[in-house]
């Protein structure tokens, strides 16, 4: 139980286009999502929590403009690059929290962005 | 500090144990978490730990928190190479909020 539908898993896009990225809660209702930003070899930076209902909150330095995040319902929640730059080149991962911190935090297994 | 530290690499051989060590940085942290990220892929949830809890086992897993001096520790007993990933510790419960604040990643590599 409680996985995390994370798509698409790979993704090449043009500079200036714009990519939507989808997180589903298979099994549970997830009110809270959390959306994490990967380079390589380095660790996950939290960029924005997404709020069933209700804005985003999003984190120090990331530009809400650029990374919209839209979560509409209790099973998904959206991130869209927008106008996307090759320094937005990198892997982006989703999470929803199970029940309780106890069951930890599911994980989508992240989409590698490519912007050429 | 204000980083969760690990180390970043870590080598053993098959059938060794492994210990992946995490200094966090709240002491006020709820639950302490592992994490285990194969290449390309997302996180998958190991093991995680209760603030109160001195040493939790699970199976091939050891945690152990040390929460005086803030320090958390997975031990793997009898390691594979398909144990061979990065390793994020976790910490919830930062400065009363309800975030994970990950750690900076241990890769993990087995040799034969």
């Known amino acids: 139980g409680a996985v995390v539908s994370q798509h698409p898993s790979w993704v090449i896009c043009k500079s200036g286009t714009s990519v939507k990225i989808e997180c589903r809660s298979l099994?549970?209702?997830?009110?809270?999502m959390f959306w994490y930003r990967q380079f390589p070899k380095q660790s996950l930076m939290l960029m924005a929590t997404?709020?069933?209902?209700?804005?985003?909150?999003?984190e120090q330095g990331v530009e809400k403009d650029k990374f919209l995040i839209n979560h509409a319902s209790l099973t998904l929640s959206t991130l869209t690059v927008t106008s996307a730059h090759p320094e937005d080149s990198s892997f982006y991962i989703c999470?929803?929290?199970?029940?309780?911190?106890?069951?930890?935090?599911?994980f989508g297994s992240g989409t590698r962005l490519t912007v050429v | 500090g204000e980083d969760v530290e690990q180390s970043l690499f870590l080598s053993v051989r098959e059938g060794d144990s492994s210990v992946i060590n995490c200094t966090y940085t709240?002491?006020?942290?709820?639950?302490l978490y592992w994490y285990k990220q194969e290449p390309g892929a997302g996180l998958q949830l190991l093991t995680y730990?209760?603030?109160?809890?001195d040493m939790k086992q699970d199976q091939r897993l050891t945690v152990l928190l040390n929460k005086k001096d803030k320090h958390l520790s997975l031990r793997i007993a009898d390691t594979q190479t398909g144990d061979s990933a990065i390793y994020f510790c976790?910490?919830?419960?930062?400065?009363?909020?309800?975030?994970?604040?990950f750690g900076t990643g241990t890769q993990l590599k087995v040799e034969l």
């Open positions: 999470s929803a929290r199970v029940l309780s911190p106890s069951y930890g935090y599911t």
């Open positions: 099994d549970f209702q997830a009110t809270t």
């Open positions: 997404s709020n069933e209902g209700s804005k985003a909150t999003y």
């Open positions: 709240d002491s006020s942290s709820t639950y």
């Open positions: 730990i209760f603030s109160n809890m």
């Open positions: 976790a910490e919830y419960g930062k400065g009363g909020g309800n975030k994970l604040t």
